[in-house]
């Protein structure tokens, strides 16, 4: 081949998930695929023919992502807690019928018993009940805020991608902006302004710092897809700029996106109960984990449950969700190599 | 008489002219001193020219239908941006382009889509010019749905197998994915979406540099076939002499963004008269042990001047060893040299250097 | 220079015992879609000054087989499964890891075929070429760089004094691939790996580096091996060539018997394709079907689907080397074919 450097994608980020999202290379891969016969080049019926007609079903990449998916124990467990949080959430009735703001000062600060099996904080709510109910606001939260950052982020970072130029430039300088506001600060100025705890409000402050980061991912991932020879292929056939996006660079480009979000989840579900804790977030009548391990903080030392519960029910969500985010990337970066 | 809001007369001009048959004798291209030049720039938010790559600056050919025309040259000498600029994925700097007599070097929206039609092109990678998440029946018929009045009528998936099978696929293969095929199967199968809109011109940029030795062939044979077969044209580029050769009625050698150096194969392979077609043939390695002790050897000098400062004058008298004064003072016109013209010889080929000389270097004539 | 390497040429011992022998290698890659099996019994052996050329095209296994001998494999997903590598009488499997370290870039080296991937972009040339004599030698940091720029020099570098402080994207594809080379000679090793040296190169400018790495062998009498697909580019160089095909060697002989009677089908038929540079009109030969897939590799002789020649026994029976001779049946010096029917290719 002659001796062309081309150069690597105009992308600062360079990520670690950008280098694994490169384009196929043909050594191993090449071997690995399956070899099929030419019709008019192989003349008599050999052993490799019986081959070929065994592995007849197509394999499209998203259905080789799957079935590694599928292989992973990380992806199933994680993917079984998810589920059990989404039912908590949706219906925590089941779990429980006492009501979480049932606060009575007179059982403040109880062991476990058969009422309260995780004993009562210290204004006399039933810590299980609030364990329960709290799934709400950091899933709600987090579900939300990774969807209205990824739709966002992915939008105006596609498109700076796609592009280039202008749009480029102009968008850049703005997320370099937005990256400058320290996340937390950012929040806390923001929200202590506006001085509203309610849920949504929280989630689109965090769409508005976090939008940045998935706008970074999304731009790289589509300067390196339209510089790949099938784009150029598209246009000379005459595509339009719509084709190109959505037939060729969105599907190629998704990759690195989804795996920054679905990790993305897990953390915007801790910064709702690090700003609830820090008293900006969520407040009450809304219940939340942060509250509760804020109203913990005095008096863990002599009743730990009012820590160790609400903590052990984040801890574990924000795991599951970045357990899941691991298993897929592990399963969408193979393909692309 | 309603007027057309869709179309300028200028792109009806074009559209007409892609549609009637080729005059006979008239070339199907014309190339005339065509420039491509890469503005070169400083600053971040206000970018500011401060020179520029000239990676095609100046060059002027035909394509006669039926035909193939070589472009051999090496890294940097600017077929590949050539290549882009017919194909209308960079604009040219200056210069035209003539498609049947009519200019579509700066055409856009409909008469542009018209073109594309006509010219379509090969990649040379095998493994990044097939989109990995499409099918290949998807990948070949995609012509279709961005041409939908030039589609064929009712079946359209009958149509993708059917090229599947020119190309010599297994038409059963429709649904695969292209990491399921070998290189040399997707070559073919670029090859199948480039011939899907039934073009009069085919570019090949390196389409079988990537592809193993023993594959080559096999698709250098199949390129051979269907342009018999669809009186295709050809324009060929590569960097692989003996394989341009075997394929091309006419050769033109690229250096730094200009042809030092165009005619018939024969012509160029046994009389080439500029020395760095001279070099480029005696570097080629022969395989035969024994062949080599017949053959001149060149070695080139130096390295390939930046193509954002070309020499002066010849661009080619840094690394040549004929260069004298008038080389770096005057260049050489793409014409037959004087020593040569009028006589019925075979080195009466345009040929840019002011010392042109005839030199068996295959040792073939 | 040393003298060394040239004491070492007159000696009748080395003359005799090769440099290099590797027995019976084979390597295979345990990957998710099963093992492939990369490198199948290989056998040669190079001779100090001796270029032995190994030709293939991809999945015959010869870039696998020089890594294994280098000590460089990806290991996962690469295994040696058997096989000795004898290096000037040791056999490199049994070696420790240190030890093998120090042979590698000392006494054995490679060059690669893609020098902006392979040198360090961010470290100088001059920094990487005093690396070998700082590291292996306990060099001082400004003997290192007057040697690099030695080196430089012999290596055909114009203006190396300069240059030695460049880094390598400042110089072009031709000229790093002469700063490899200089790398790979700095500690003078006795043998030397190019694994497809000039592949990525221009014409004019592959010839420039293979006229290098000849002139270098001779000066110091090193073995050289040579792994490439490009039948032009081996004629010129090797003394010898061995033809891989599906992790095996299929075909040996000195260079000029290989180009005038091969005998094996897949050798003819490599032969055949070339396009020549004075043939022309005509279809040109094409091996039919399709390189082999090393999850699969077709049973008795790997080129069975392809071979004009095969009849039942190529797909029964894996074919051994044989010995190669003339019709008379008196010996042809290091010829070997791994076909059944040799006799027929060579003197059909």
């Known amino acids: 081949m002659p001796d062309q450097n081309t150069d690597p994608a105009d992308d600062p980020m360079g990520t670690e998930v950008h280098s694994a999202f490169a384009t196929p290379t043909p050594n191993l891969a090449s071997m690995e695929s399956e070899q099929l016969i030419e019709k008019e080049q192989l003349g008599a019926d050999g052993p490799e023919l019986e081959i070929g007609r065994e592995r007849e079903k197509a394999r499209s990449l998203w259905q080789d992502a799957w079935r590694d998916l599928r292989g992973n124990w990380i992806f199933w467990v994680s993917s079984l807690v998810i589920l059990f949080l989404l039912v908590v959430a949706i219906a925590p009735g089941l779990f429980t019928s006492t009501s979480p703001l049932a606060c009575n000062l007179s059982n403040s600060l109880q062991g476990g018993s058969a009422a309260h099996p995780f004993g009562t904080d210290n204004q006399g709510c039933d810590i299980y009940s609030r364990t329960i109910h709290g799934a709400r606001a950091s899933i709600t939260v987090g579900v939300f805020a990774t969807l209205g950052s990824v739709v966002v982020g992915a939008v105006l970072g596609g498109l700076a991608g796609f592009f280039g130029g202008w749009w480029d430039a102009i968008l850049s300088r703005i997320t370099d902006i937005f990256f400058g506001i320290p996340l937390l600060l950012g929040a806390m100025v923001f929200l202590t302004a506006i001085n509203s705890h309610s849920v949504w409000i929280v989630v689109a402050f965090l769409v508005i710092l976090g939008w940045p980061q998935i706008a970074r991912i999304a731009r790289g991932s589509v300067i390196t897809a339209k510089q790949q020879d099938y784009v150029t292929a598209a246009r000379a056939l005459g595509a339009g700029n719509s084709r190109l996006m959505l037939r060729h660079i969105l599907p190629n480009a998704v990759a690195p996106i989804i795996v920054v979000g679905t990790i993305a989840l897990g953390s915007y579900i801790s910064l709702e109960a690090t700003l609830s804790f820090l008293g900006v977030g969520l407040a009450p009548p809304t219940v939340s984990w942060g509250i509760d391990l804020s109203n913990a903080v005095q008096v863990f030392r002599n009743a730990p449950n009012t820590l160790f519960y609400p903590a052990a029910a984040l801890s574990i969500t924000v795991l599951a969700f970045i357990m899941l985010g691991d298993a897929v990337r592990e399963a969408l970066d193979p393909k692309l190599r | 008489m309603a007027e057309d809001h869709d179309a300028s007369p200028a792109e009806l001009r074009i559209e007409a002219a892609l549609e009637r048959p080729v005059q006979q004798g008239e070339p199907i291209l014309q190339i005339r001193n065509l420039e491509k030049h890469f503005p070169l720039t400083q600053g971040i938010l206000f970018k500011k020219q401060v020179g520029a790559v000239r990676a095609v600056d100046g060059v002027t050919f035909d394509l006669y239908q039926g035909e193939t025309l070589g472009i051999v040259g090496e890294s940097g000498c600017g077929k590949s941006t050539l290549a882009k600029v017919l194909m209308n994925l960079e604009r040219a700097t200056s210069g035209q382009v003539l498609f049947k007599g009519e200019d579509i070097s700066r055409v856009s929206g409909r008469a542009l889509k018209a073109v594309r039609r006509n010219i379509q092109m090969v990649f040379q990678d095998p493994y990044t010019s097939l989109n990995p998440r499409m099918t290949v029946g998807d990948i070949i018929g995609e012509p279709y749905e961005i041409h939908p009045e030039v589609a064929p009528r009712g079946d359209r998936r009958r149509a993708v197998q059917d090229l599947l099978d020119v190309v010599g696929l297994n038409p059963e293969y429709i649904n695969r994915y292209p990491h399921q095929f070998s290189g040399g199967q997707r070559q073919r199968i670029g090859i199948a979406r480039g011939l899907a809109l039934k073009p009069e011109v085919i570019i090949c940029d390196e389409p079988v540099s990537a592809l193993d030795v023993s594959v080559q062939d096999q698709v250098i044979n199949l390129l051979g076939g269907l342009q018999k077969e669809f009186n295709l044209s050809y324009m060929f580029i590569a960097h692989d002499l003996s394989i341009v050769r075997h394929i091309s009625d006419r050769v033109g050698v690229m250096y730094l963004g200009k042809l030092m150096e165009i005619g018939t194969d024969e012509q160029i392979y046994e009389h080439p008269t500029h020395p760095y077609t001279q070099a480029l043939l005696s570097a080629v390695p022969v395989p035969d042990p024994s062949g080599r002790e017949g053959r001149e050897r060149i070695i080139l000098a130096g390295d390939i001047p930046s193509p954002a400062n070309p020499p002066s004058g010849c661009r080619f008298r840094t690394r040549c060893w004929k260069a004298q004064e008038k080389c770096a003072q005057e260049e050489p016109l793409l014409a037959v040299p004087e020593v040569f013209r009028g006589r019925p010889t075979p080195a009466a080929h345009d040929s840019a250097c002011h010392f042109a000389e005839d030199v068996d270097i295959v040792g073939a004539g | ?348």
Request: hydrophobic share 40%; aromatic share 4%.
């Open chain 3, 1 to 348: 220079m040393s003298t060394a390497s040239s004491a070492r040429s007159t000696t009748a011992d080395s003359a005799e015992a090769p440099l290099l022998q590797v027995r019976d290698l084979h390597v295979e890659f345990r990957t998710r879609e099963g093992v492939a099996r990369a490198v199948n019994g290989v056998n040669y052996s190079v001779r100090a000054g001796e270029t032995l050329a190994i030709l293939g095209e991809s999945g015959s296994g010869k870039s696998v087989s020089s890594q294994a001998v280098m000590g460089i494999l990806d290991s996962p997903p690469g295994f040696i499964t058997g096989g000795e590598i004898i290096f000037k009488g040791q056999n490199l499997l049994t070696v420790g890891r240190e030890e093998r370290r120090k042979i590698r870039g000392a006494q054995m080296a490679m060059v690669f075929q893609d020098a902006l991937s392979a040198l360090n972009p961010v470290l100088t040339v001059g920094y990487q070429l005093g690396e070998m004599y700082r590291t292996h030698k306990g060099t001082s940091r400004k003997d290192a760089k007057a040697k690099a720029v030695e080196l430089m020099e012999r290596v055909g570098i114009p203006g190396a004094r300069e240059r030695v402080t460049q880094y390598p994207h400042q110089f072009s594809g031709g000229m790093r691939q002469r700063v490899m080379i200089a790398m790979a000679l700095a500690l003078e090793p006795d043998l030397i790996i190019a694994d497809e040296p000039t592949t990525a190169l221009d014409v004019t400018v592959q010839a420039q580096v293979m006229e290098l790495l000849a002139d270098l062998q001779r000066e110091y009498n090193m073995g050289l091996i040579l792994i490439t697909h490009d039948l032009g580019v081996v004629a010129d160089v090797a003394d010898k060539i061995a033809v891989m095909y599906a992790g095996r060697i299929v075909e040996t002989a000195p260079v000029h018997e290989l180009y005038a009677r091969p005998s094996h089908p897949y050798t003819k038929g490599l032969l055949a394709s070339i396009p020549r540079l004075d043939q022309k009109g005509q279809d040109l030969y094409a091996i039919k079907g399709l390189p082999p897939n090393l999850l699969h590799i077709p049973s008795g002789c790997a080129f069975n689907p392809r071979c004009p020649m095969a009849q039942e026994i190529c797909r029964a029976e894996i074919p051994p080397l044989h010995a190669v001779t003339e019709e008379d049946g008196s010996e042809l010096v290091g010829r070997g074919s791994a076909c059944h029917f040799w006799k027929e290719t060579l003197h059909g």
